[in-house]
């Protein structure tokens, strides 16, 4: 099936400080993956949507200079949190189809923890 | 979009007992998809329901979806320790966003 890998899983930073997260499509080619943001026994909520080899579209409320988003190859799109503040500390997903997957479903890397301290 | 709304929120559940989580929209939803996050985990997708009044099995899980398409349900019979986790139903729209509902964390008692 469908593999999305993401790293690093777990990352602690210093405030000010800038930290990237990766996020690959291992055995399928990704147009478009997801980024999602996720609090303690929260939902998962929707930060923006990636395009290969365009810009990413942000969702209502999502700062895009503080979350950049590169989406440089059909594989790959990296989540980078500018100037990190302990209240972006959180858990960080991403996501992917696969467009010849079988029912439907959406592939998730194995998220991030951010810790800013 | 608006989020769908699931309930109960929480569900502690004897080892053994069913359980069953709903998920309500305001609007007609034209799928809904169903994942499983267990505890410090990413989401594992499940399943997708497209048609009006569709019905699937996946072993003790049974997925519904609601004849005017605007809820579903996931129902689980004799619970095990494994179905432990919360369970997301979420919807696609238009340029494949994918948009979870507010989850139901289940918890079983052994």
């Known amino acids: 099936g469908a593999v999305v890998s993401q790293h690093p899983s777990r990352v602690i930073c210093k405030s000010g400080t800038s930290v990237k997260i990766e996020c690959r499509s291992l055995?399928?080619?990704?147009?478009?993956m997801f980024w999602y943001r996720q609090f303690p026994k929260k939902s998962l909520m929707l930060m923006a949507t990636?395009?290969?080899?365009?810009?990413?579209?942000?969702e209502q409320g999502v700062e895009k200079d503080k979350f950049l988003i590169n989406h440089a190859s059909l594989t790959l799109s990296t989540l980078t949190v500018t100037s990190a503040h302990p209240e972006d500390s959180s858990f960080y997903i991403c996501s992917a189809r696969d467009p010849f997957g079988q029912g439907g479903g959406y592939t998730f890397g194995s998220g991030t923890r951010l810790t800013v301290v | 979009g608006q989020q769908v709304m699931q309930i109960p929120q929480y569900q502690h559940v004897q080892e053994g007992e069913d359980f069953t989580t709903y998920c309500n929209s305001s609007?007609?939803?034209?799928?809904i998809q169903w994942y499983k996050q267990r505890p410090g985990g990413h989401p594992v997708f499940l399943i997708q329901?497209?048609?009006?009044?569709e019905v699937k099995k996946q072993k003790r899980l049974t997925f519904q979806f609601g004849e005017a398409k605007k809820n579903s349900s996931l129902h689980i019979t004799a619970t095990q320790t494994t179905d432990v986790g919360t369970y997301f139903c979420?919807?696609?729209?238009?340029?494949?966003?994918?948009?979870f509902g507010t989850g139901t964390r289940l918890t079983i008692i052994p």
């Open positions: 990636s395009n290969e080899g365009s810009k990413a579209t942000y």
């Open positions: 055995d399928f080619q990704a147009t478009t």
């Open positions: 329901l497209v048609k009006s009044g």
């Open positions: 609007t007609t939803l034209s799928n």
């Open positions: 979420a919807r696609v729209f238009g340029n494949e966003k994918l948009t």
